[in-house]
């Protein structure tokens, strides 16, 4: 039996997928389209997404085929320098069409033994006990342990689940696409630089070969979203925001997208469960939903596999919900805000010269900038030190980098002190003794994530976190295994 149908192959599918299977999981990916989509959406990858890459051995890859930018002047595009002293060794934004980051997330995948069929839309499940009973459209039924819905803001998954999705409707719609246009690349720029003085959801940007990705704001909300715009319908927008439509030509192709933003009321329903823009939709300002379901899968991943591998201690696998739920929230009502000072009246455009000059206050141009990349997430894992529950940032060893040490998505105990051990969880953490100048505490436990379960040097406290993260221990409990590399 397949142990996880992971349904859709987007980002956040692909990466789980590859998480679960790090783990020896069987994971089957169902994709409804039979060829990866033209249609580009998100162009880069934030910080911690980018750091998720590195800690699976995947930046050199990233970095190859991207373009690094400043993260300053993401929160609503408001234009500032990027904030100093931002706790990560990737303070930048990634440009990378969402195209290619699914081509290379699908790479990893495939060399991991992830098996990805395509052309197959799930249109029914149901589950019991033992499983989760997936039908396809051809009226195939496929049997699993779980099932994860990775298949976008309009879930079949969640539907059939009848999971509540509340927030708000689109209410305003702006066009897309890649086209050709008809006049010098100088002219364009500086009609796009007068029109975004009064419009910020306009714009023209070169994506190379002539070809230029445009957005303008759509006259009214389609009755169905689904029907891409016609060339003409462009054209027309152009013309009443830019007075020009530029000659624009031979589209790529075209979409649209809406405001709607939404939440999950859960992301768990027994052997179910719902990741990515499956569990959450905003609109794209800032950036971060591809991140934000990139880094769903890191969450669930190891989790769902320690549940399958039946390792798991109880309420792990809820912990996803208990995790992520609250993060998404957040981006949804920072992107709403966002939204709204994006807009041209009056009262918004105050509130947005008020935020701008309270943003060349250092420490509130940081809060904002952790917040869009992610870096800023610390979940609740109980009092104590100021570390606990964030991720911890790539750091020198003497031996290595940090995230060199995780790329196989096992825990980790960075131990200083050479007094620790990781006891009958040698299957599932690895302890690697080694110091850093950048290491202020004795010894960390990282989970699979990266994110910090413990610090301090007390082995008898550290065997208590290590069941609460990584289950019963295996074998005598004081047999101590540390790796030298
Ligand atoms: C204009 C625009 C710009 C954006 N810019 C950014 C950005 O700069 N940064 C950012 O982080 N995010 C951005 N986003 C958001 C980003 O594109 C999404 O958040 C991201 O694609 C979500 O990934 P996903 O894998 O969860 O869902 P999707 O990418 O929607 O993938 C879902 C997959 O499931 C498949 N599927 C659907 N139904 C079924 C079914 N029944 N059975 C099998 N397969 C199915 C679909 O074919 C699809 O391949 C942008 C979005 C838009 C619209």
């Known amino acids: 039996m397949v142990e996880v149908i992971v349904a859709g192959g987007g980002p956040t599918g692909l990466m789980l997928a590859s998480e679960l299977r790090l783990h020896g999981l069987h994971a089957l990916v169902l994709e409804k389209e039979i060829e990866p989509t033209r249609h580009v959406r998100a162009l880069g990858l934030h910080a911690r997404s980018i750091e998720v890459m590195d800690q699976r051995g995947l930046l050199e890859r990233f970095l190859a085929v991207g373009q690094q930018y400043p993260v300053g002047g993401f929160f609503a595009g408001i234009a500032k320098p990027s904030p100093d002293r931002l706790d990560t060794a990737h303070p930048y934004v990634l440009g990378i069409p969402q195209t290619t980051t699914e081509r290379l997330l699908t790479e990893h995948a495939t060399e991991l033994g992830v098996e990805i069929r395509r052309g197959c839309e799930l249109v029914g499940l149901s589950q019991d006990d033992h499983g989760v009973?997936?039908?396809?459209?051809?009226?195939?039924?496929l049997r699993s342990r779980y099932l994860v819905g990775c298949d976008g803001g309009r879930s079949t998954v969640r539907r059939l689940l009848g999971v509540g999705f509340s927030g708000e409707p689109t209410r305003v719609e702006t066009l897309l696409g890649e086209m050709e246009v008809a006049v010098p690349p100088e002219t364009l720029?500086?009609?796009?630089?007068?029109?975004?003085?009064?419009?910020?959801?306009?714009?023209?940007?070169?994506?190379?070969?002539?070809v230029y990705r445009v957005v303008v704001p759509a006259e009214g909300v389609a009755e169905d979203r689904t029907v891409p715009p016609t060339l003409e319908e462009v054209k027309q927008q152009l013309r009443v925001f830019a007075g020009t439509d530029f000659g624009v030509h031979s589209p790529?192709?075209?979409?649209?997208?809406?405001?709607?933003?939404?939440?999950?009321e859960r992301y768990r329903s027994g052997r179910v469960l719902l990741a990515g823009d499956a569990a959450h939709i905003h609109p794209p300002t800032g950036g971060q939903g591809l991140n934000l379901g990139i880094q769903d899968a890191f969450n669930l991943g190891w989790k769902l596999a320690a549940e399958v591998n039946g390792w798991a201690p109880e309420g792990l696998l809820d912990s996803y919900h208990t995790e992520r739920h609250p993060v998404a929230a957040d981006v949804l009502d920072h992107t709403r805000a966002q939204m709204h000072l994006l807009s041209a009246e009056p009262g918004p455009q105050a509130v947005r010269q008020l935020m701008?000059?309270?943003?060349?206050?250092?420490?509130?141009?940081?809060?904002?900038?952790?917040?869009?990349?992610?870096?800023?997430?610390?979940?609740?894992?109980?009092?104590?030190?100021?570390?606990?529950?964030?991720?911890?940032?790539?750091?020198?060893?003497?031996?290595?980098?940090?995230?060199?040490?995780?790329?196989?998505?096992?825990?980790?105990l960075l131990d200083q002190t050479g007094r620790l051990s990781v006891a009958g969880w040698a299957d599932r953490v690895d302890h690697v003794v080694d110091v850093s100048e950048e290491l202020d505490v004795p010894a960390a436990l990282l989970r699979p994530d990266g994110h910090v379960a413990w610090v301090g040097e007390d082995q008898a406290d550290l065997l208590g976190q290590m069941s609460k993260w990584f289950g019963d221990p295996e074998g005598p409990p004081y047999a101590s295994t540390i790796i030298s590399r």
């Open 189 to 210: 720029a500086a009609v796009v630089a007068e029109v975004r003085k009064t419009e910020l959801r306009f714009g023209a940007v070169p994506f190379g070969e002539g």
């Open 133 to 141: 009973t997936a039908e396809l459209a051809d009226r195939t039924r």
């Open 356 to 412: 701008s000059e309270l943003m060349d206050f250092e420490d509130v141009n940081r809060y904002l900038i952790e917040k869009i990349t992610a870096i800023g997430v610390r979940y609740g894992f109980g009092d104590g030190h100021e570390a606990l529950g964030k991720r911890m940032r790539d750091i020198g060893l003497q031996r290595c980098r940090l995230y060199e040490l995780l790329h196989a998505g096992r825990g980790l």
């Open 252 to 264: 790529r192709w075209l979409s649209r997208f809406g405001d709607a933003t939404r939440l999950a």
